[in-house]
């Protein structure tokens, strides 16, 4: 009789542990949030550092006006009307013209 209930019990132990592992609240489900929550964290981590990059472009831009202008030139291609603008042809493969 002794035996039986420890097989019974050793059974529902058993059972019990494999609930714990693979059910939907179990340890694999808690494992994988954390993965996904460790993710999230460093995607937050990154977007919140280029909001920062970003406010201090929009202080700067704000505030001095040769960025502002720096800025439109390097994106837009503007030109001065007294400059003369060099255009260098890129090398070809092989050295030939």
Do not use: C
């Amino acid at each position: 009789m002794a035996r039986r209930v420890t097989f019974i019990f050793v059974g529902a132990l058993l059972a019990a542990a494999i609930w714990l592992v693979v059910s939907p609240n179990g340890l694999y489900h808690v494992r994988q949030l954390k993965l996904e929550k460790a993710a999230l964290d460093g995607r937050i981590a990154k977007l919140q550092q280029q909001k920062s990059d970003y406010e201090a472009k929009i202080v700067r831009l704000s505030t001095d006006s040769s960025i502002v202008e720096r800025e439109i030139r390097d994106q837009l291609k503007y030109v001065r009307n007294d400059e003369t603008v060099f255009v260098v042809p890129e090398a070809t493969p092989g050295g030939g013209p």
